[in-house]
């Protein structure tokens, strides 16, 4: 059964960081680009993040582009979320998703496989 699970949110004070995982089971990573996504409360879903399977392409929203670093580990099945400098504007549910096709799905918010989420809090 392919699952995607997230873990690492929490509630952090504006500028600091998190690392967010994204562990695959029941299906290989291998040829899955991996995004990450988040929804603030009240607000729809948008894209974070997105690293593509074949050659490691990286995607970020231009409101985290260069605060975020997105990797994967395909021996372990895992993708990562590094989050540093965090804002407040930064608080929502991230969601980590798996698509065979590529990048272009994460602007079409359109994923194989989802994982339930990790709530990241910002406070000050």
């Known amino acids: 059964q392919a699952q995607l699970v997230e873990s690492g949110g929490g509630l952090v004070q504006p500028g600091g960081s998190l690392r967010l995982s994204c562990t695959a089971s029941?299906?290989?990573?291998?040829?899955?680009?991996i995004a990450w996504f988040r929804q603030a409360p009240g607000k729809g879903r948008e894209g974070v993040s997105c690293?593509?399977?074949?050659?490691?392409?990286?995607i970020y929203a231009e409101n985290v582009r260069g605060r975020f670093a997105i990797s994967r580990d395909n021996t372990n099945g895992t993708a990562y979320l590094q989050m540093n400098s965090l804002k407040l504007e930064d608080t929502g549910t991230y969601y980590c998703?798996?698509?065979?096709?590529?990048?272009?799905?994460?602007?079409?918010?359109?994923?194989?496989?989802w994982g339930k989420g990790t709530l990241v809090t910002g406070s000050s």
């Open positions: 998703g798996a698509t065979t096709r590529s990048c272009i799905w994460y602007y079409r918010r359109s994923m194989d496989h």
């Open positions: 690293i593509n399977a074949g050659d490691g392409s990286t």
């Open positions: 029941g299906f290989n990573m291998d040829y899955y680009a």
